[in-house]
């Protein structure tokens, strides 16, 4: 059973470019999270989707990101534009339901680097 | 906004000590997950700790939830290098299903 898989695992854009970061939930896992760390900090909570919906985007910026989770394929998060202050590790982690007992599992990161 | 204070931050400890990691909030989490987080990797989770006053052990490590649920320690007895690594104790907030993490425990063991 395959975990949280995410790719690129490494990413080097030049400032204004678009990063697009992927995300492949555990099977059976509908639920996923995308989450940031930046240097010497903790992570912290961007979006969280279900199939075809977001349902909480409180942690993520209102301009340059979105993110989607289609019907089929994995899940994305998109950075347009690209600043120096992007760079920083993105995790993304999946759970099988909802409520505060659901463990999530994560995936080995993304991490981007801006120029 | 429910938060999660690790400490202590930082630990040096040689091989055989023992150590313990705490986990504070000053509210009440319904659970709180600890994970191990090694350089260039994504979090791996631990344990799960859901019933007030719960322990749970894992080989070495000891995990124990407050009987309030609002903090939660991390034990590990004769700590080896492989235990080194980033520490993080998470929950869920009352509202919503994300996790808010603690700051984390950066832990070297010294052979």
């Given at each position: 059973n395959a975990g949280v898989m995410q790719n690129p695992r490494h990413l080097v854009r030049r400032r204004g470019q678009e990063a697009r970061l992927r995300c492949s939930p555990m099977k059976g896992h509908s639920h996923v999270y995308w989450y940031r760390q930046l240097p010497e900090e903790g992570l912290k909570f961007m979006v969280y989707l279900q199939k075809e919906n977001?349902?909480?985007?409180?942690?993520?910026?209102?301009?340059?990101f979105s993110a989607e989770f289609p019907k089929e394929g994995p899940s994305i998060l998109r950075i347009q534009?690209?600043?120096?202050?992007?760079s920083a590790a993105y995790f993304c982690a999946s759970s099988l339901g909802t409520g505060g007992n659901n463990e999530q599992f994560f995936g080995p990161g993304t991490r981007l680097t801006v120029l | 906004t429910q938060l999660l204070e690790q400490s202590p931050q930082f630990l040096s400890i040689q091989e055989g000590e023992n150590l313990t990691v705490y986990c504070n909030s000053s509210s009440v989490f319904s659970s709180l997950q600890w994970y191990r987080q090694e350089p260039g990797e994504g979090p791996v989770l631990l344990v799960t700790v859901v019933t007030g006053g719960e322990v749970k052990k894992l080989k070495r490590l000891t995990f124990q939830f407050g009987d309030a649920r609002k903090d939660s320690s991390l034990h590990i007895t004769a700590?080896?290098?492989?235990?080194t690594g980033l520490y993080l104790c998470a929950g869920p907030p009352s509202a919503g299903n994300m996790l808010t993490f603690g700051g984390g425990t950066r832990l070297m063991v010294k052979p």
């Open positions: 977001i349902i909480d985007e409180s942690g993520m910026p209102k301009e340059r534009q690209v600043v120096r202050g992007d | 700590a080896q290098p492989g235990d």
